[in-house]
Nanobody
Framework: EVQLVESGGGLVQPGGSLRLSCAAS????????MGWVRQAPGKGLEWVAA????????YYRDSVKGRFTISRDIAKNTLYLQLDSLKTEDTAIYYC????????????RGQGTQVTVSS
């Protein structure tokens, strides 16, 4: 059974940083194309960042390029998302997800972690 458990969300001021973590289990982590999906208030799910299996490449949504960094620790079966220079429009629930670039609605994902950017 695929399990994805996120942590690291919280309240941060504009310009601040957070680091999200996702503990993965139940599948071969090294072979999976992993990513982060978010859902802002009143909006749909969207891929924010992804990393291909075996770290062979990354994808970033235009609005987060240069501010977010995705990485993975194969030994720990953990996916990360470093969020820097946060903006109020980054406020959303962030989900760890598997099988990029499947449509976010059907991609296996965790329960989510709330990120709120506000002064």
């Amino acid at each position: 059974e695929v399990q994805l458990v996120e942590s690291g969300g919280g309240l941060v001021q504009p310009g601040g940083s957070l680091r999200l973590s996702c503990a993965a289990s139940g599948f071969t982590f090294i072979s999976a194309d992993m990513g982060w999906v978010r859902q802002a208030p009143g909006k749909g799910l969207e891929w924010v960042a992804a990393i291909h299996s075996r770290g062979s490449g990354t994808y970033y949504r235009d609005s987060v390029k240069g501010r977010f960094t995705i990485s993975r620790d194969i030994a720990k079966n953990t996916l990360y998302l470093q969020l820097d220079s946060l903006k109020t429009e980054d406020t959303a629930i962030y989900y760890c997800a598997k099988d990029y670039p499947r449509p976010p609605l059907v991609a296996p994902r965790g329960q989510g972690t709330q990120v709120t950017v506000s002064s």
